[in-house]
């Protein structure tokens, strides 16, 4: 069955970095885009990063630009995000999500995402 799987989050302090990852089993990864969203408490889910199939290019929130990263290693069927110059503002649940259009939409369990000021 289908499975996307976060891990890499945690506690960590403003300024610092985490590095989160998702791995993804049962369907075709190398033919989906692959995104990260956030959900901090009471606010809406957000887009934070996503990335073409193949890699090829990338788009970010405005709000992370120049401090997060989005990568994929289609050999390893893990996306991962790159997360640098943490700010308190950055907590929330993250969510992987692979889509390709009009075929399929899938999301991870999320991990949880928390800084301290």
């Known amino acids: 069955q289908v499975q996307l799987v976060e891990s890499g989050g945690g506690l960590v302090q403003s300024g610092g970095s985490l590095r989160l990852s998702c791995t993804a089993s049962?369907?075709?990864?190398?033919?989906?885009?692959m995104s990260w969203y956030r959900r901090a408490p009471g606010t809406e889910r957000e887009l934070v990063a996503a990335i073409t199939s193949a890699g090829g290019s990338t788009n970010y929130a405005d709000s992370v630009k120049g401090r997060f990263t989005i990568s994929r290693d289609n050999a390893k069927n893990t996306v991962y995000l790159q997360m640098n110059s943490l700010k308190p503002e950055d907590t929330a649940v993250y969510y992987c999500?692979?889509?390709?259009?009009?075929?399929?939409?899938?999301w991870g369990q999320g991990t949880q995402v928390t800084v301290s000021s």
């Open positions: 049962g369907f075709t990864f190398s033919i989906y885009a």
């Open positions: 999500n692979a889509r390709k259009r009009l075929i399929a939409d899938y």
